[in-house]
């Protein structure tokens, strides 16, 4: 008898073992036993001798009978080639099956033996054909099956020989495992039904109350139905199971994760009454919001802590983040620490530097002209900084001169180090993962675990957040400060209303000539960029639909859609053409980065009336007289970068127009879509049905390191209340049982395999 823990070359002998693991790295009974099948077979016609045939063309058949005639004939091109044509009993209409290349197939298909013949239906003038078929000979019990590996590996798997191999192809379904050219998938399941047959009793790994409460299969019955079960209902049981299991097994690692930090050492910063955070608040020149005001108690309660702060702040775009992490981090300034603020772009890190600064004034102007007291300073890094740029910031920083450090990546290297590092402040946070902002915390004095707030304007589902994010406490910002103007987003569905798109630029023109500036959004830069937003919406649907996706993919281009224009042939045209006159900016990734600035900074002064850019501009770009926005190819893009993009009007005192351009008809997928994005502003709203459109294939499903992170069963957008139940477990149990070797068990795929590190990148 064998365990999960065995090795497989004890159980399976050492070719299979070795074919396990070189090609799908499975070592173990357990890992073999939980590479489930990602799909089923429907059941397969049989027909044995005698049995009428009312096949139709395509349909898969398999046949057990004997070859009345076997004949080798030629074909009439040049050179000849040689195939065989052997025929089934005595049947009615003629059913016969043929073999090219068949050199050794003619000592086997000999008539008078007897046969199982698996393969599509096809008719040639009333005679059945089936086209090289896979095959086997049946013999008695005890001898050697041979054969095609597809029936062969199933007769060894299942111990079947004769007849009663006939019956392994009666049941409901048939499973399909992931396999390789070099491993089909009849080979995987003759190994999962050895190991089967020998696997001792699997242990209950969930609590007996959970299992009764949910009334679930024990997992010894789960881990054996979902690969051999006779019926579909038993199935069905199975994968409830092991949605359950695997709801479990994510949460226990991320309950031990959180709770592993919770011994740490942080830096404690209570508040001060005489320090940056009173003088800041004193001098803005805005009432925060009650819900504002409710996220910082809770932040500076948690800063003043001995153990360190691990919370997400999410709130739609211009809800007020950044001034709630502005005053959090000059808490920890005010206890002589410094604060990192990571930024995924530099458009983004100029954009927070500029801001704070402008925020700060005196307060962030130490050893400067006019700089206050108490003040500190605000220090950039970015990777396109000349080197003595750079080595002046990394003096600032180690010095501790600067006490609050903004940067992107370049704050991971190496050669910056801080003085007295407390706080890391990650914008973004979708942009990053934990390896990340962990590199970055590592950067603190040692014994000391900074603490940590991550943001994110792009709002989360609560199944995201307890299960890409559970490792955080949450906060959301949802109320917009007060004198946030409207945004009305229209669609223009160009194929169907062309002269809509011509009003769009004529009401630009508009728009500028009343002293205002607008975006247009193209989602490439030229013809030769394949860059990752130069895609159909329906392509980011994730690994769990891809099939899916393909099909809505292909749908939306028989609806007549032209490839997306490239934002640098739309400058060209809208500056020769609509916009004539106006004075246009082109902005996109790969622009150097001081023309970048350049181009921002000419936007933000007012010296460019129309910014024809990419979606460099999605996040941290902040110019208030900006009122329309135009998005070309809108359906390019997926739901919650347009909700982001959109966030980019909007922000001063003028109400603002965005408008999605489509060259799909309206009806199309990529149409409701669209339609849908344009009737709520409501962020969460949006980000439910991004969910179901994408599914967690894209949120849980980018390869990092090579390793695909995926959930079998686990749906985030149909499973919330398993979710939470698991989440409610796994802390009650972590409570009273921290080393639970159950837990460990399903905790097991996303803990030893290094996945857990890596699930909030996406």
Known sequence: MATLDDRLDFVLGKKAADQLDEYFGIRTVGELIRYFPRKYSDAMTTRGEGEALDLAEGEHVTFVDTITSAETKWTNRTPKRDFLVVTLGQRRPKVTATFFNPRYLKKTLVAGARVMLSGEVGYYRGTMQLTHPAFMVLGTAGRRNIGTKALTSVATATGASGDDLLAEFEKEFFPIYPASAKMQTWEIYACVRQALDVLDPIPESLPKTYVREHALMSEDEALRAIHVAETEACRDRAIERLTHDEAVGLQWGLVVRRNSELGASAPQAPVRTDGLVAAMTGQLPFELTAGQREVLEVISTELAAARPMNRMLQGEVGSGKTIVSVLAMLQLVDAGYQCALLAPTEVLAAQHALSIRTMLGALGMAGQLGGAECATRVALLTGSMTAQQKREVRDEVASGQAGIVIGTHALLQDTVEFHR????????????????????????????????????????????????????????????????????????FAQQKPAWLSRAWA???????????????????????????????????????????????????????????????????????????????????????????????????????????????????????????????????????????????????????????????????????????????????????????????????????????????LSLSEHREIIEDARDLCEAVYDFNPGDAGMAFLSAPFTDTDRLDYLDKS
């Open 421 to 492: 590092l407390g706080m890391v402040v990650v914008d973004e946070q979708h942009r990053f993962g934990v390896e990340q902002r962990d590199r970055l915390r590592a950067k603190a004095p040692e014994g000391i675990t900074p603490h940590l707030l991550v943001m994110t304007a792009t709002p989360i589902p609560r199944t995201v957040a307890l299960t890409v994010y559970g490792d955080l406490e949450t906060s959301t910002l949802r109320e917009l400060p007060r004198g946030r103007q409207p945004i009305t987003t229209n669609t223009i």
């Open 507 to 713: 009401r630009i023109a508009e728009e500028v000539r009343a002293g205002r500036q607008a975006y247009v959004v193209a989602s490439r830069i030229d013809e030769n960029d394949t860059a990752a937003d130069d895609k159909p919406a329906n392509a980011d649907k994730g690994t769990k639909s891809a099939k899916k996706a393909k099909n809505d993919k292909k749908d939306d281009e028989k609806e007549q859609g032209p490839p997306p224009i490239a934002v640098v042939d739309l400058f060209a045209v809208l500056h020769q053409g609509p916009l004539a006159g106006l004075r246009l900016g082109l902005m996109h990734g790969r622009l150097p980065s001081d023309e970048k600035d350049a181009v921002m900074a000419a936007f933000r002064a007012g010296e460019i009336d129309v910014l024809v850019c990419t979606t460099v501009i999605e996040v941290g770009v902040d110019v208030p007289n900006a009122t329309v926005m135009v998005v070309m190819d809108a359906d390019r893009f997926g739901i919650s970068q347009l909700h982001q993009l959109r966030g980019r009007i909007g922000r001063g005192q003028h109400p603002s127009l965005c408008l999605l351009v489509s060259n799909l008809p309206e009806g199309s997928k990529a149409g409701r879509r669209l339609t849908a994005v344009a009737g709520t502003q409501d962020g969460f709203k949006l980000a439910e049905l991004d969910l179901q459109e994408r599914s967690e294939g894209d949120v849980l499903g980018l390869s990092q390191h090579g390793r695909p992170i995926t959930l079998r069963f």
